[in-house]
């Protein structure tokens, strides 16, 4: 067949006219919705970003070195009714729907009210039938059912007649919110943190170090009409927060903290501080912060601030260690010295300097470098500082930075304080001719109690001085996604000869009978540490008010022989008597016995205070769990539960008081690994 040129060609003209004429009719009207109604698309775009809401993360949980859970999120809920849902397929099914609805919640109104009565009692029978029938009379859409309720009862909920058909026919639904609570109560509150109720955002403590790896990140959702009918769709799964592994260990700070409120309410105390750390890794298993509370006659003790860590005190005898230390270092003394420390009293540069003895006319005689430490002789430290460091007292400083007195380091929390180690300035314009010795024996100097124990902790760590450390791993469903090493602050405080002298001191101020530290000491085996008594200012910085003021404080280590654990304890109180070793000591003792043969101080079920969530009972054998299978939890304690759980790889979320009274994955069924496992806790007397 030819080709009819004359008529083909003509019609591809056409349609290529034609093509091109849409073409730049789209890419016109294109370019004015672009260019000239974009106004109108914003609106829309506003719009659509106004119906996109949070779908919120749950936050990551904090747990101890031993496994204990310390800070969870556990969901509540709040049940609501919509009266104008409708079933999305079709027309026929929302007319049947209706129906069935209207019918069905007439004729389960009674038992839906008593079941809801059941559940909760606060409100009766006939209040839900009032608050149901005007709900639907008005065709709410989020009638409120009750607040704060339970998984537990959620699920019951849940169960209720008319309800159980499903919130598509009977527009009964749930609106989930995460809660942060405590298993323990207020144990080490101020270290933990606390998120603000209202807005959900970290205040303090580990809480706001590591908000933004608690926290997660919300996922988005947003409203959109489906045949009439309004339906959430996820844009963006949330991401759940990671859990924060501390080095806390529950029975070790249960212990610090009833052991040193207990002796807070025996000397009248104002504030208390324990800080108890593992001399290798500088892990901090306890830590304590007590302020009185209340008023006369009724006080109590509470943590109001993390003062181990923020507080600027003039560390007192602790520091006399340190000078010891330096001049040892230096050479200029070695432990054959002796010093004369008379009745007790010297005039150093026209200004009195006495011993806790002056007024019964001191020691007397010549002391040894040994006793200087021993007996806490302010006199006798002070001299040997003062002749051999007077005319370069910056030497005297220098020493103190290289053992790391005065080295800042980070730690995370917020407002945490640094030391205040002065140096001389060239002109000398800050140093007066008494400052070095006073500086000597704790004053003068101010060290947050943390970085004292550090200093401590150094001597027991051969000379390796470690940052105290507060988390060890990062975890997501019991996976270590991050480690946190050991971080050094200075390789080595002194030569090891100094070190040994040191050492060798410090354990005849607790072991020897006459050494001022010996109520901090141990029958089972020895410890080694410095007391220390030192008067405080007043709120007007003045040293004349009445009743005098104190610090009182030991720091030391044990056992002697392979030093396991350091441990400071302060307490700053009002009026004599004020001693360190004679109300600090005990403190230190009872712990380091306690930490030493752990477990036989209390029960691990009573590390709770009047707050806690848990119960004290006898104790049950745990359950077999075979691995993959959720194991069965009730009856047990909190503790057992958690523990077990745990090992097995479920995550745990509480809510409630006491032993494990039910458990939303029956026990049996397989799991996946991570999987969350709520568990309803009943009270004691339950």
């Known amino acids: 067949m030819n080709f009819d040129s004359k008529r083909t060609i003509p019609r591809y003209l056409f349609v290529i006219i034609i093509m091109t004429l849409a073409g730049a009719a789209i890419i016109g009207k294109a370019a004015y919705e672009m260019f000239v109604n974009d106004s109108f698309w914003e609106t829309v775009r506003k719009r659509m970003a106004s119906q996109q809401k949070d779908i919120p993360a749950v ?33 026929v099914a929302e007319r049947r729907t209706r129906q069935w609805r209207d019918s069905a919640l007439v004729a389960d109104m009674d038992s839906l009210c008593l079941g809801l009565h059941e559940l909760f009692p606060e409100t009766s029978a006939q209040e839900f039938r009032a608050r149901l029938v005007e709900g639907k009379r008005r065709k709410k859409r989020n009638l409120l059912i009750a607040r704060n309720v339970s998984y537990i009862k959620y699920k019951e909920f849940l169960q209720l007649p008319y309800v159980r058909n499903g919130r598509i026919k009977t527009g009964f639904y749930a609106e ?47 409203r959109e009409k489906v045949r009439r009918v309004w339906m959430d769709k996820t844009d963006v799964e949330p991401v759940n927060g990671l859990d924060v592994i501390s080095t806390i260990d529950v029975g070790m700070q249960d212990a610090a903290e009833k052991i040193l409120v207990r002796k807070l309410h025996e000397v009248n105390g104002e504030v208390g501080v324990v800080v108890l750390m593992e001399v290798e890794t500088g892990d901090v298993k306890a830590i304590a912060n007590m302020t009185r509370l209340g008023t006369p006659g009724n006080y109590y003790y509470a943590e109001v601030k993390n003062n181990a860590i923020t507080d600027l005190w003039e560390p007192g005898s602790t520091f006399k260690t340190a000078s010891i230390m330096v001049a040892l270092e230096d050479g200029v003394i070695s432990r054959e010295d002796s010093v004369d420390v008379g009745n007790g009293v010297f005039m150093m540069h026209s200004r009195p300097m006495k011993d806790h003895n002056w007024r019964k006319g001191g020691y007397g005689r010549k002391i040894s470098v040994d006793e200087c430490l021993m007996f806490s002789s302010n006199v006798g430290v002070s001299r040997l500082i003062d002749e051999n460091y007077y005319h370069h007292p ?11 007195v005065g080295v800042p380091f980070t730690l995370p929390f917020v407002g945490q304080g640094f030391p205040r180690v002065r140096r001389p300035k060239p002109d000398g314009s800050n140093w007066s ?31 390796r001085m470690v940052k105290p450390r507060f988390v060890r791993e990062i975890r997501r469903n019991g996976q270590t996604l991050k480690e946190f090493p050991v971080e050094v602050v200075k390789e080595r405080i002194c030569k090891p000869s100094t070190l040994r002298d040191i050492h060798a001191i410090l354990e005849r101020v607790v072991n020897d009978p006459h050494g001022l530290g010996k109520k901090a000491g141990c029958k089972q085996f020895k410890v080694c540490g410095k007391t220390g008594t030192a008067q ?5 910085g003045s040293y004349h008010g009445s009743p005098a003021r104190y610090m009182v404080s030991f720091c030391g280590f044990y056992p002697s022989e392979a030093p396991k654990y350091s441990c400071i304890v302060c307490i700053k109180k009002s009026g004599l008597p004020a001693s360190g070793g004679g109300q600090c000591g005990p403190v230190f003792s009872e712990l380091a016995q306690y930490v030493m043969a752990k477990g036989v101080y209390r029960q691990p079920s009573e590390a709770a205070d009047s707050t806690s969530i848990l119960d004290r009972p006898q104790p049950v054998a745990a359950p077999e769990a075979e691995s993959g299978v959720v194991p069965d939890l009730t009856g ?31 026990a049996g069924h397989k799991f996946n690994k991570g999987q969350t496992i709520t568990l309803e806790l009943r009270k004691p007397h339950e």
């Open 59 to 91: 936050r990551g949980n904090i747990y101890s070195a031993d496994g204990q859970l310390l800070v969870g999120s556990m969901p509540i809920y709040t049940l609501r009714a919509d009266f104008v849902v409708k079933d999305p397929n079709d027309s």
């Open 433 to 463: 001719k008494t400052a070095l010795a006073w500086m000597s024996i704790g004053y003068e100097t101010q060290i947050p109690p943390i970085y004292t124990l550090t200093f401590y902790n150094a001597i027991a760590n051969n000379g």
């Open 394 to 404: 910056e030497k005297y400083v220098d020493g103190l930075y290289r053992e790391g």
């Open 176 to 222: 989930e919110i995460p809660q942060r609570q405590k298993p323990y109560g207020n144990m080490a509150t101020r270290t933990l943190g606390a998120l603000v109720p209202t807005c959900d955002s970290a205040m303090n403590g580990l809480e706001l170090a590591y908000d933004s790896i608690l926290r997660g990140t919300n996922g988005k959702r947003h």
């Open 636 to 666: 047990l304690g909190v503790r057992e539960a958690v523990a077990i759980a745990e090992a097995q790889g479920l995550k745990v979320k509480l809510h409630g008081q006491g032993r494990v009274k039910s458990q939303n994955i029956p």
């Open 536 to 540: 405080v200012a007043d709120e007007h």
